[in-house]
């Protein structure tokens, strides 16, 4: 694969789930900017078109698909879509998720399900609907990227995020094997764990302690913003295809786990 400076990740096709807003959002337009053209998934239409607009009026290339990533009908026909349109994709990024914290003794049942439907259901949808053009790209190309979402949560202990730390260490754990598997078919994969991030994730938080935690915070520590992960996923992408960071932590320096 050739780079050259002005546009490092020219002619790759990068796939974002969750592009319609924070780090899904902020990572397309830093990919588009590097040169790549982007395939943006999520399910609000208006947020998606104003992004596209946006890549377009910056010069860059971008495909807007809507759907939901627990349909696995409808993210194989956005796949098919992808192959037919731009030759399929070398660089696949999963990013939508939720984060819906709650003590396990409230029996929030219908929440559990919903993060396991999106953070882990929606996730294997993607990979399914995708792998088989990331392995043809690493074959065709030489390299081709498979990045995940997880969190620090996927390590690290936080009372009442159970259900949410464990979905996102189904995401870690999965990127070790998965990368097992693809390493040698020139298919990188990576996980990345971010501690507290700015985004719409802590909108849908509707738990008194964890909001009353995450507002606490705010006072303590400056938290990450979108960019400055999109920034990561830019880094890892425009690596020369023989280095894999299997596994990236990116904290807020005020955060201490």
Known sequence: MTQNSAA??????????????GIGEATAERLSARGAAVVLLAR?????ADLTAR??????????????VTDAAAVRAAAD?????????DLLFNNAGVMLPAPIEELA???????ID???????????????????????????DLISTSSIAAQNIFPNF?????????????SRHLRAELGAKNVRVSAIEPGIVGTELQDHVTDPGALEWLDGSKETMEWLTPQDVAATIGFLAELPPRVNLQQVTIMPTGQPS
Not at 55 to 68: E, F, L, Q, S
Not at 120 to 136: C, D, I, K, S, W
């Open 8 to 21: 490092p990740l020219s002619g790759r096709v990068a796939v974002i789930s969750g592009a319609s807003s």
């Open 44 to 48: 609000r239409e208006d947020r998606l």
């Open 55 to 68: 890549i377009g009026r910056n010069g860059g290339t971008a495909v807007p698909i809507a759907v939901d």
């Open 81 to 89: 879509r992808v192959a037919a349109e731009l030759g399929g994709a």
């Open 109 to 115: 049942a219908g929440q559990w399900q919903h993060q």
């Open 118 to 144: 999106l953070n882990v259901t929606g996730l294997m949808n993607t990979v399914g609907a995708f792998v088989p053009q990331l392995v043809e790209a690493g074959t065709e190309r030489g390299v081709a």
């Open 162 to 174: 159970a259900v949410y730390s464990a979905t996102k260490a189904y995401v870690t754990h999965l």
